[in-house]
């Protein structure tokens, strides 16, 4: 235990000191002090107005107006994106403006715009009408025409009766929408316009109906696309022709027309009138083009200015909205003359906090200091480790499964290398490795061209943990370079092999086997075991041993990291009656077979392990026979089987009655309970007296509580060590499947002469290689890696209970999407 | 099936299920109707509401926001919703969903009939119909004369055309014909949903047929005091009764027979059920009728979630929405009139 004591302090095992402070702050002041709070994002302020909803707090205004700027910011990017424009921004021209300067400008560019958008829509709506008419006169004229052209003997009456009509008509045709009203009761009249294509079959349907099929209707695509003023969008329309004839059919269909968002455009028939139409509109037409497009230039001009700002100014709102918002969390104090807040910080920085507060008290004027000190916290603090971006990745895996109490060990230290070790021991082949390690420098190397861009989820995860890819990688270079596979092909890379043929020809190395002859392979495994008789027993054998060795070692250090925490937090009762019988427990069983193995390996002894650990069970005082290793080993198993026997009740029984003891006894003779230390707590802010109540202490809870623990260590000692047999499993699965690749597919497809074969071959080997083996089998051996350490690791002292440090941070902020 | 729903209604109905069971956890609970009364101006009703799942359908809004604003949003999210879970359904529980629309289909016709009677604008009329009722020829009502054109020119295409059958008449439509071919359709409207509920089986049948007999005999009482003192027979009232629910049919009898309000409420105490909804309200008192109704309405409607695997969770969540719609159009009108001593006066608590 001095060994313990001796040891350097372990910081980064901890998170950081927190503490509870409180600031007081000049009303004059505060929006400044808060605003370099938040530039130095290093502290998390409480909300002390959590009973008040958002429209009672006292910044509700500037609130408002802040989300009334973001909006007008999310209009001009909208018009922004709708026009077209892809400024960029032009961080060079930033100067410094306040927030009621924005607020001026930001409704000046609104109302501008608005102008802008009305006036275009006004011209838009102009130029589709005369656009409409124009398609209208080309293509209902040539119905007309084609009508006059073809009138076959059949349709003589009706059309005679309608030209005849004609006549005398034309002379108004231009004033009025519809064909003028004619004395003659028999008159053919029609109504001439555009629709929507969508509409058109409805449309056709219901003035057959209006008019009980009294009416002829006549379509045609317009040919041109017209915009939809509404959406903005391009529309397909069809001309019409309806002719028909009578006074109530013509208000029907007008309404028809009217109901349906049909447009009516008047067409003259004679065809003089029709060109010369036509070309007064085309006229028109080209002139208002140029006024929209003049329009448009000076609309697109007055965005693209926008756009160059837009970044900064959403930039400015969000950290004004972030300033206002903590400012709603800190409470007025009695005078109504300061803020009052509350807050955690980590303990270095409050040296910072303090020269940041005087820095804003001197640039407001103000007449009195902020006031900053400590308080005293009774709820647990934040947990806040500092990372850089090579932990950071590591951190997230392990606050995934739950963040760290405060001041709790943290496993991700450990994880930065067990978790790349674990994963490249399923993961073993050195060319995966190098694929992977081509993947994550890439990633590395245009980290910060990455960085700054907006990626998909899936990249955004990749290159979020490409630390944690490239140690996976490096690892799986070393376990492959181990296991002597590379896309499963064996290579001689650490000299020659140590076994050769009995005969020259080698014809039977896989019946008779071979020969050693020479020094064992000094690194990894020999090459000659590839393709060999003994190959799969060979590698299970030490695949499985190695997990097991590996599983007990990573559980034995969770377990002390178990013990660490126990004596950080002083409480010996969890060292003596939680961490020694667990120690004692898992080792005198999984231990000893970890040293067996280890004997086994070092004396090339034929023991049956299985058989040893069976019959220590089973018949602890037999004879051992030939799977003796040691001398005494029959004695130590009986010692240890009693230990691992005894360590069971050890960890059940002592703590729960203990811990009634020392309830009994701190409470003795108190049967009035505790009064409350009235001079403490008035002492300090009533607001800041948020002590926790003593809890009623409930044996019966405990001790469940304390037997599920130990039936969960019992039987998890078993399980985990058997868990563990999956860095094996996998590993195996692995080099399999490679092998099922290189070998059915790569050697199957090089065996033909043709090259179209071939290519074919290396292409699904590729292929196979890169979504099977790299992303699918990356994915599971991750994710089993993961499990070990969420599970089998973690599980053995982490709690995981705390919660996150959230400070303040206009950096946080600006990350935030929408 | 009755009994087995449990056994295939998650091969088709569980996600839409599990959708609308999310949807109607985001309704707005007892503690956000209090933040809401407090509000002192639209924009406070905005705020709060940004913090609700309307929020993003508010955020855009520019600040000078009116009542009509605030409800339009609401209703499109709710629309959102609708066409959302019509567009993942299958039979018969598309089916279903599109019965629920044909409620509004007939206000909305109704509104457009009696809107161009009063000869307004059809584009005005057209903004205010409810968006679920929405149906391709809806503006072509307007050319509509009397209640054959109707028919014949465009509700033929519509779902409500076998609704039609009973009120088919050359007449010429005024108000009280509107009106009666309003109740009309919806007798035929609640009739066929009833029998369809019936025929899907199971607890969607029992569910369903629960909540619909409470609509029809609410309808039934709303048509006897409305019809108090109007040249409508008494056989005439007694028609425009739907034929199932709890008053059928010896309530009918007497609510067809029904002078003044009291007597209603004679007619109604009989029921059990009804007993507790008049005894609220005092005698010759028909104003918070409506309210007492509609927090039966809304208990009936939560308690459709209590049960799985059946159609009603979605007919009880569209309901529950309008309901809310409601209550926020109430608030921000009191709000926006200055008259928050009112607000609790028509505001029904979901939860």
Redesign the interface.
Known sequence: MKLFEDLPPMDHLRSEDMSLVQIIIPVESAHRAVSYLGELGLLQLKDLNEEK????RTF?NQ??RC??MS?KL??FGDQISKAGITASPCPASQQVIDLEELEVRLSEHEAELLEMNANNEKLQQTYNELLEFKLVLLKAGGFLVAAQNHAVPAETELVESKYSKKDDESLFLLEQSVQPESSSKAGLRFISGIICKS?EL?FER?LF??TRGNMFFNQAPAGEQVMDPVSGEMVEKTVFVVFFSGEQAKN?IL??C????ASCYPVPEENSKQMQLTREVSLRLSELEATLDAGNRHRNKALASIASQQWNWTIMVKKEKGVYDTLNMLNFDVTKKCLVGEGWCPTFAKPQIKEVLEHATIHSNSQVGIIFHDMDSFESPPTYFRTNRFTHAFQEIVDAYGVARYKEANPAVYSVITFPFLFAVMFGDWGHGLCLLLGSLILILREKKLGSQKLGSFMEMAFGGRYVVLLMALFSIYCGLIYNEFFSVPFHIFGKSAYKCLESSCSDAHTAGLIKYRDPYPFGVDPRWRGSRSELPFLNSIKMKMSILLGVSQMNLGIILSYFDAKFHGSFLDIRYQFMPQMIFLNSLFGYLALLIVIKWCTGSQADLYHVMIYMFLDPTGDLGENQLFWGQKELQILLLLMAIIAVPWMLFPKPFILRKLHTERFQGRTYGILGTSEMDLDQDPDSARRQHHEDFNFSEVFVHQMIHSIEFVLGAVSNTASYLRLWALSLAHSELSTVFYEKLLLLAWGYDSVIVRIAGLAVFAFATAFILLMMETLSAFLHALRLHWVEFMGKFYHGDGYKFKPFSFKLLADEED | MYGFEALTFNIHGGYLEAIVRGHRSGLLNAADYN?LC???TL??IK??L??TEYGPYL?????PLHTTTIVEKCTHKLVDEYKHMLCQATEPLSTFLEYITYGYMIDNVVLIVTGTLHERD?QELLEKCHPLGMF??I?????AQNMRELY???LV?TPLAPYFSECITSEDLDDMNIEIMRNTLYKAYLEDFYNFCQKLGGATAEIMSDLLAFEADRRAVNITINSIGTELTRDDRRKLYSNFGLLYPYGHEELAVCEDIDQVRAAMEKYPPYQSIFAKISYGESQMLDKAFYEEEVKRLCLAFEQQFHYAVFFAYMRLREQEIRNLMWISECVAQNQKSRIHDSVVFIF
């Open positions: 909803s958002p429209f009672q509700v609130v408002k989300g009334e909006r999310r209009f509409k409805t219901m109906r209006a029907k309404k028809i009217q109901a349906f968002g | 933040n407090q509000c002192e924009d406070d705020m709060h940004s913090a955020q855009n809004e520019p600040s059809v391709d020829s503006a072509t009502l307007a050319v014949r020119l465009v295409d």
